[in-house]
């Protein structure tokens, strides 16, 4: 019959070690139920390109009244945890009988593939910045917008890499700087889904006005593709028309005039300001007004002579 633990408490590091290889990540208390003793595990990560094989800790523990129980030191052995991977959370260091109040840690030291020992006493812990939780709306905004229910803490800079909002130390070197190395976050997207939460804003998307029109163009398909088929998995994109094009609803824009050419008169497209005015038709038909009127005139001049005779 398996041994149930029930978890009592858990606490992250509140330092790291400039220059080491092995990052304390955090510490764990469960109590086993069958005994109800408390149950202490560590959990360390490697920072290494290497194969971490063994590793080293020293810890204290003390109880409710800061009484020592134990100081002891634990050693992993047969470990092989690749970079970024974290080891120790399924060993335990040590059962007490009573209740515990504080566990602290150092590191001892680590031996890589290569089976050379590394000394680790001498790296200088240096305090991480405090764990800020944040406000139940922020949170509930910042896990929507990464997709993780992870992210329980304000992210923090530190002077050799950063804190995550899952609450995890990165070191600026390898794929930390750009990615968490226990809950995998991109840390450029951490940033923004924060800043976003802080200001109450919607991600920025697009505004369009009521009198806009925007149409997805289907890009050219390739040669010898399917063309417009939206089936075959074509993607779309917005580009710009190759010529004009009217659409309903939108103003057309004003043809250009073709240019008069410099002799030979307008030209066929170009329609004379005097046609059909009452100009045009004085100029037209003047010559034949005189000629009839003057020959009416010569006309009744004739008849009164002979009347006159």
């Known amino acids: 019959m398996s041994q149930k633990f029930t978890p009592l408490a858990q606490s992250r590091a509140s330092y790291y070690c400039k220059g080491s290889p092995v990052h304390f990540v955090m510490v764990e208390l469960f109590r086993m139920e069958g005994t109800g003793a408390t149950v202490v595990t560590l959990t360390f990560k490697n920072l290494f390109s290497r194969p971490l094989v063994s590793f080293t800790a020293y810890f204290r523990c003390k109880n409710k009244y800061g009484e020592v129980v134990v100081e002891d030191s634990f050693t992993y052995d ?24 504080s566990v602290e840690v150092r590191l001892g030291s680590v031996t890589y593939d290569d089976g050379a020992p590394h000394d680790l006493r001498r790296c200088p812990a240096v305090a991480l910045p405090a764990l800020r939780p944040l406000p139940q709306r922020e949170r509930a905004a910042v896990c929507r917008a990464l997709g993780t229910q992870d992210a329980d803490y304000y992210p923090e800079e530190a002077a050799d890499g950063w804190r995550c909002t899952c609450g995890a130390f990165n070191y600026n070197a390898g794929r930390g700087i750009r990615y968490c190395s226990e809950c995998g976050v991109e840390k450029v997207l951490m940033q923004a889904a924060v800043r976003d939460a802080q200001s109450g804003a919607a991600p920025a998307r697009p505004q369009f006005g009521a009198d806009m029109q925007f149409l997805p163009v289907q890009d050219e398909a390739p040669a010898g593709g399917s063309g417009g088929q939206r089936g075959g998995g074509g993607q779309y994109a917005v580009q710009k028309p190759r010529m004009p094009r009217a659409l309903r609803g939108v103003p057309e824009q004003e043809m ?20 059909d005015s009452t100009a045009d038709f004085i100029l037209r038909y003047m010559p034949f007004v005189t000629m009839a009127a003057a020959a009416v005139f010569t006309m009744g001049a004739v008849l009164v002579s002979q009347y006159l005779l």
């Open 78 to 101: 047969n470990v092989y945890a690749g970079e970024g991977e974290c080891f120790g959370f399924d060993d335990a260091v040590f059962v007490s009988d009573e209740p515990l109040g």
């Open 256 to 275: 250009e005039r073709p240019a008069v050419p410099a002799m030979g008169g307008a030209p066929q497209a170009c329609v004379s300001i005097m046609k």
